[in-house]
């Protein structure tokens, strides 16, 4: 039997003897890279923390100790020896979470999957254990690239200000977010990493000097005394000592006995103590750790040992599609920059940073500031380009508020992952910023219903230089080019099913497919419909509300929760038009959506074609005048946490 399967809980973990601990850690890379390579998921993160989860669970007893994964991908090893190994549903509908999961396991306690928040969290529960005069640790595991985020270094310096506060912050240092850890903090850590050759230095200088007659012992003796000048100037490891934090390191991450021994030296402190551990992404698993672009941060299903994909590509992705536009615009348009956070590659900003380095701008994982400093680069003359996941751009709303908008600053947004994202489970699903977004002023929103569109609206998007404009797309492969037969105004009419139309749906962005097959399943059961892109659906184009008021019932399909989206506004719009037409909208449920594919959450939902028209056509037959009978409203069943 193997030593992993023998572990049920981190008790067992710590009855092995530490000759057991190496084969037990190659035990657990041979299943991450097995298991991992089927499901797809986070790969090489967690094969770069598996010595260093081991020793955490070694020397911490969770749950009664409280150990907190900072943005959670990498905590595969963790749910490991803390009883889940069954992995075959990785990410997928009842299946584990990619990220800790209160609904799985008492070791998980926070669902943190946004970067940075880790230490937030300590710091609280290290004042609850105070106040309580709890014997219980707080351990915050936070990557070198979580550190470049503002909230990190807002709690540093809050954890700084209690010398008899115990909390033990690891920093798991593989200098790499998705991509390489950038900036100035970057930096300090890799001097960091030097230390060792200090003390290799000093060793080599205690051998070869106190064999040297008369000179030699003060030699060394002002050598050794010259230490700490040396390495406050080289390696300044005082930067988070004059915080008043404690500092343990640079530790070999992939050494369990020296982790685990840093560990204990933290745990009894009794203050705030840093162990600075140097991890490598990937390791273990070659080709992971040759790949320059991310060392396999997540991967779709792939042959383990060819690493090709296991099943063929579903097409073009709405990414690639941005990403080549941006390199078209980038050669006709100088002032163009582009911005992001620590995702480059993600959002298919790759292309144009190579090929200009000197406008791109990775500011890690600090989306405030990476909307603060776009609004400088628009008040200097250049036009930027901030791309995101658009879960993330919640992070940074009152810089697009107050620093981009009320100055009417032409900075553009692109929202990679914007509405079900699925896999990735509750913090990752886009379905926030239609709403957030209405309430600012001046703002343009546009949301392209296909490639052609993503292309033509990021090209209208770019021309606006007086306000902030936002473009929001999803995640995976484009289908087909949906034509207009007309345009109205701004909006796009690209069905109607009869002369006299019943209902008018205004389908957002990517649900234009499945408003068109609603369309026709209506069309079979007797009801006309137009359906509509509104393409720029803020600030609402008038040309809609007119269309509105010559329908008799309108239904807004939007891939964003129900609450102050899309539908939300143009109801007002038609309210104050004097549009006494009946609204109803469909949208994502108020609810954290628990983790499953994509499609199968838009089924749960009723946002599919045949959801759309069950839901559209039972609001007809109740609220419309002289159709057949009365029928049940449709109500799609939601998925929760």
Known sequence: MSLLTEIKGPADLRRLHTEQLPLLADEIRDFLIDAVTRTGGHLGPNLGVVELTIALHRVFDSPHDRILWDTGHQAYVHKLLTGRQDFSRLRAKDGISGYPSRAESDHDLIENSHASTALGYADGIAKANQLLGSDRCAVAVVGDGALTGGMAWEALNNIAEAQDRPLVIVVNDNQRSYARTVGGLAHHLATLRTTRGYERFLAWGKDALQRTPVVGQPLFDALHGAKKGFKDAFAPQGMFEDLGLKYLGPIDGHDIGAVEQALRQARHFGGPVIVHCLTVKGRGYRPAEQDEADRFHAVNPIDPYTCLPISPSAGVSWTSVFGSEMLALGAERPELVAV????????????????????????????????ASAAGLATGGLHPVVAVYATFLNRAFDQVLMDVALHRLGVTFVLDRAGVTGNDGASHNGMWDLSILQVVPGLRLAAPRDGDQLREQLREAVAVDDAPTVLRFPKGSLGPAVPAIERIGGVDVLQRTGPAPDVLLVAVGAMAPACLDA???????????????????????????????????????????????????????????????????????????????????????????????????????????????????????????
Do not use: C
């Open 519 to 641: 369309a026709a399943l209506l069309a079979a059961d007797g009801f006309t419909a137009t359906v509509v892109d509104p393409r720029w659906v803020k600030p609402v184009d008038p040309a809609l509300v007119r269309l509105a008021a010559d329908h008799r019932l309108v239904v807004t399909v939007e891939d964003n929760g129900r609450a102050g989206g899309v539908g939300a506004a143009l109801a007002q719009a038609m309210r104050d038009a004097g549009v006494d037409v009946p609204l109803r909208d469909l949208g994502i449920p108020q609810e954290f959506l628990a983790h499953a594919s994509r499609g199968e959450i838009l089924e749960e939902i009723g946002l599919t074609g045949t959801g759309v028209a069950a839901q559209t056509g039972a609001f007809a037959r109740r609220l419309l005048p002289g159709t057949r009978g009365s029928a049940q409203e449709y109500r799609p069943r939601v998925p929760r946490t």
């Open 340 to 371: 992001t956070a620590a995702m480059l590659q993600p959002v298919g900003l790759a292309e144009f940073a190579a090929a200009h380095p000197d406008r791109t701008y990775d500011v890690g994982i600090a989306e405030q500031h990476a909307v």
